[in-house]
């Protein structure tokens, strides 16, 4: 009988701390997390929860011409969260791009042909505060021609309240990436920073699908059944296949892109969470 009520004691004695404690793991998540579903909400889009802690969730939304997607990483040993918004496109438009806003050196993991764009300052596609690169340089200057584009470039870093933006264009997925302030937990860096990229995207991603379909119409081959999904360019003798989708890409497309572009490929990096099975 003792046994019992020393039992009953101890669990008496233990209840109030173990529910503070789940109460607080549980706050914590709320806070990390609810950034995330402001902005799905503002985007009239979705928000997937992945199971475990490794991943963040990812916003999923509507695009005029494709999917957006929304996700958040932190490379490990840094503090800094690093906000990804993807334009998953409808069509196919055929080059590589990328756009860094504070200037930046050449990436060292790059599509083939990936050379530096230079404009002069009295050029009229012209932007201030941007290096540019491209595998098609006619093509970035296409995209470069509308001045309302050209203002959201120049004003990345302004408009998206980030400390470093990285603008990607891979063949047939835009890339938005903006390193937050250190010290911004990742729904916050989500909550300040993805509203200022999607108003960049959405312009973008209008733009090359006019762009696509302007190629389709000078008929330009753009089917991707040999065509590297990250720069539209031919795929050449050593290509990576995607271990889920098989799609095949040159191995610095890969590189750059942070994985597989396909939107419904299980292995991309921003592949909806499923219930693990
Ligand atoms: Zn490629
Ligand atoms: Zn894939």
């Known amino acids: 009988m003792l046994w019992l009520v020393v039992l009953s004691a101890f669990f008496w004695l233990l209840a109030p701390p173990l529910v503070a404690w789940v109460e607080s793991v549980r706050a914590g998540e709320t806070t990390a997390e609810v950034g995330f579903w402001t ?20 916003i ?29 496109q409808r069509l196919p438009f055929g080059f590589a791009a990328r756009i860094c806003s504070p200037p930046a050196p050449p990436a060292r993991f790059r599509a083939p042909g990936l050379t530096p764009v230079v404009l002069d300052a009295d050029e009229p596609h012209h932007l201030a505060y941007c290096s540019l690169e491209s595998t ?15 203002l959201l470039l120049d004003d990345l870093q302004g408009h998206a309240h980030a400390d470093h933006v990285e603008v990607l264009l891979a063949g ?24 200022g990229l999607v108003d960049t995207l959405r312009r973008l991603s209008d733009d090359l699908d006019d762009l696509a379909t302007a190629l389709v119409e000078a008929g330009e ?13 031919r795929v050449a ?39 693990p099975t």
Do not use: K, Q, Y
Not at 61 to 86: K, N, Q, Y
Not at 177 to 195: K, M, Q, Y
Not at 221 to 228: H, K, R, V
Not at 253 to 260: F, I, N, S, V
């Open 237 to 275: 003798d050593d290509p990576w296949h995607c271990p889920s989708c098989n799609a095949a890409m040159h191995r610095g497309c890969r590189e750059m892109a942070g994985g597989c572009v396909g939107l419904a490929c299980a292995a991309a990096p921003d592949a909806l969470p499923e219930a």
């Open 136 to 150: 098609d340089e006619r093509l970035l200057r296409w995209v470069l021609r509308h001045a309302e584009t050209r």
């Open 39 to 58: 902005v799905a909400r503002s985007l009239a889009g979705t928000c997937h929860v992945p199971w475990g802690r490794r991943a963040s969730p990812i």
């Open 172 to 195: 047939t997925v835009v890339i938005l990436r903006a390193t937050a302030p250190h010290g911004t937990d990742g729904g916050r860096a989500v909550e300040l920073i993805a509203p």
């Open 221 to 233: 081959p753009m089917s991707l059944s040999f065509l590297c999904r990250g720069c539209g360019a």
């Open 60 to 88: 999923r939304f509507a695009l005029r011409s494709g999917e957006g997607r929304i996700r958040a990483t932190r490379t490990p040993g840094r503090s800094a969260w690093v906000v990804e918004v993807r334009g998953h």
